[in-house]
């Protein structure tokens, strides 16, 4: 999609302030009822897409995101606009600076369009932890578009925006993207630079792009990738076109490994199920190699995750304290004439503007890091992560990508799970394996359910090597085009 | 089962201040979220060396040099201090 729209603006088809503000009209059109976006970013937007016209008409190369509209998640910082995060301690927060990514398309001259809404700080499956407001799934408005991007994928979804970026700490590119049939790839850890990402759980944390193509997914990943001295923890990467590696592939020389404790998992859906055996005799046909395999420690990857990620939240949300940056009830005790105490300032700041799931898991981080209980939890929990990155490890000896349902079920119904934390847990069973063990994934839509007269899309997930991005768009794309 | 002394406890740790009713609240939340990952006891981790960084990276280091940013940046970034004066964030009394 990407690349038609690029061919028609270089080729003066289209001027790219016009496309600008025809996905505004869509925008205006139906984001009363998707509510995808927090906030848009018109002037700006409109500015950026005159000066590549310019270009253009000027004769200048562009970049092939030049003057394509897009949607940016709320956690990633743009200079001079409100960065919430979702959250009502960020209401007022004005990013001082760009986010490397967003630096990196600047460069590209990329339209921004306006931030996507999130489950507050990227913490949920469904977008209903927003401290603003739900986004509807485009497919059907009673049910979530999942999360925690689904405001970006809602707007990829809704033809709100061309394509959008998200980030997946556990899953939030991937099973949004499944829920509204768009695809969503998270990257190897270290693929791209995290600064300026609002961390939520560092050592998983990934930014990544939510698109209407896996060529469009490719397009983005090769412009936001590689090292940055920004985020010590970014890695050297080849500088590829992934976009250019496309189709090149022998699927003949494609092994898929599909392990048997995916279909073994007592909340798998029937009908996504029947899907995904759907995807498998789809490859099969196409000449690719099916290997059945086994990841005995998938049964332990969610309990992981849920020590690990909510012990790093705890220390990441420490900042906000009503000191430095955020909304804080020191601010308004010189209006009410409450006479607080710096000790005040945080117990109250942080009870005030922090929603119910944030402070659930920065209790229990706290409680699994507090003096005592270090071992059994912490420690334990990154000895399994290190028996489940060698389970890849030697999964990956025996085939090129791990083939599954990116989600037990399709897009659930707003409001069913938002009593039970532990049943909304569940919908990242599949998804947080990749961010435990470090490795890409992408998420493909692979065909629809029926479901109250409404098409629910069903997304896969492929999963490859560490740094093999190119593996796995190669596979989706395959798929996607056959 | 977490006991709301426990929660309570917790809290204080992490600087959240809670009522009687959410101590209530997080001690079925919690308990329910750590019985389920008791699940992790079932895996052998004997002289399996816990991960320290997924793909390895150590030793990240840079030059000890101050890098300036714009003045325009630093505006920025005070404007975001919830209580100033002049330049400089206002905070309370420490002791």
């Not at chain 1, 979804?157 to 998200?166: T, Y």
Request: glycine letters at 8%; aromatic letters at 8%.
């Amino acid at each position: 999609m990407i690349r038609d729209l690029h061919k028609k603006i270089i080729n003066q088809e289209i001027t790219s302030e016009k496309l600008t503000e025809e996905y505004f009209a869509t925008i205006e059109e139906k984001d009363p009822e998707i509510k995808a976006y927090l906030s848009f970013n018109r002037e700006f937007a409109l500015a950026k897409a005159a000066a590549v016209d310019k270009k253009i008409k000027n004769g200048e190369k562009v970049d092939l995101l030049a003057g394509i509209p897009c949607g940016i998640k709320d956690n990633i910082c743009i200079e001079g606009l409100v960065t919430t995060a979702a959250s009502k301690i960020l209401e007022n927060y004005v990013a001082p600076y760009d986010a490397t990514v967003i630096s990196k398309l600047k460069e590209c001259d990329s339209v921004f369009l306006g931030k996507t809404n999130l489950d507050e700080f990227a913490m949920g499956a469904s977008t209903e932890n927003s401290a603003y407001q739900t986004t509807k799934n485009p497919h059907d408005i009673s049910r979530v578009p999942g999360g925690t991007s689904g405001g970006s994928t809602a707007a990829v979804a809704a033809d709100e925006c061309v394509w959008a970026l998200g980030s997946d700490t556990g899953g939030s590119i991937r099973q949004p993207s499944s829920f509204c049939g768009t695809v969503g790839l998270k990257p190897t850890y270290g693929m791209i630079s995290r600064y300026g990402l609002i961390a939520m759980a560092s050592s998983f944390d990934q930014i990544g792009p939510v698109t209407k193509t896996v060529e469009d997914a490719a397009i983005v990943l090769s412009r936001i990738a590689g090292k940055d001295r920004k985020d010590s923890t970014s890695m050297p990467t080849a500088e590829k076109n992934y976009e250019d590696l496309l189709g090149g592939a022998n699927i003949g020389n494609l092994k898929i490994g599909v392990p048997k404790e995916f279909f073994a998992t007592d909340g798998l859906d029937k009908r996504v199920k029947e899907k995904i055996k759907q995807a498998i005799e789809k490859y099969e046909k196409l000449g690719a190699k099916i290997v059945g395999i086994s990841l005995p420690n998938f049964d332990h990857a969610l309990a992981t995750y849920y020590i690990i990620m909510p012990c790093e939240v705890s220390s990441n949300m420490a900042r906000f304290d009503g000191i430095r940056f955020g909304q804080s009830v020191g601010a308004e005790s010189e209006k009410t004439g409450s006479d607080y105490t710096l000790w005040d300032i945080y117990f109250k700041t942080r009870a005030k503007y922090l929603g119910r799931e944030v402070k659930r898991r920065i209790m229990l981080g706290t409680y699994a890091l507090s003096a005592g209980y270090y071992d059994q939890y912490y420690l334990k929990a990154q000895k399994v992560r290190a028996l489940i990155r060698k389970e890849f490890e030697e999964a990956f000896k025996k085939v090129d990508v791990i083939l599954g349902p990116t989600s037990p079920t399709p897009a659930f119904r707003i409001g069913e799970k938002t009593e039970n934390p532990l049943e909304m847990y569940l919908a990242d069973i599949y998804t947080v394996t990749a961010n435990i063990a470090g490795i890409p994934a992408i998420s493909v839509p692979c065909g629809t359910i029926e479901a109250g007269g409404k098409s629910l899309p069903v997304g896969m997930q492929l999963m490859g090597k560490w740094f093999d991005e190119e593996t796995i768009l190669n596979a989706a794309y395959i798929f996607e085009n056959s | 089962m977490l006991k709301k002394e426990q929660i309570k406890k917790i809290a204080q740790l992490a600087r959240i201040e809670i009522s009687e009713e959410e101590a209530g609240k997080y001690s079925h939340e919690l308990s329910d979220i750590l019985g389920f990952v008791e699940k992790l006891n079932e895996a052998d981790t004997e002289g399996v060396e816990p991960i320290a960084h997924i793909t390895g990276a150590k030793n990240v280091i840079r030059e000890d040099k101050i890098v300036e940013y714009s003045d325009e940046t630093k505006e920025k970034m005070i404007n975001n201090f919830p209580e100033k004066k002049d330049r400089f964030d206002k905070v309370k009394a420490v002791f």
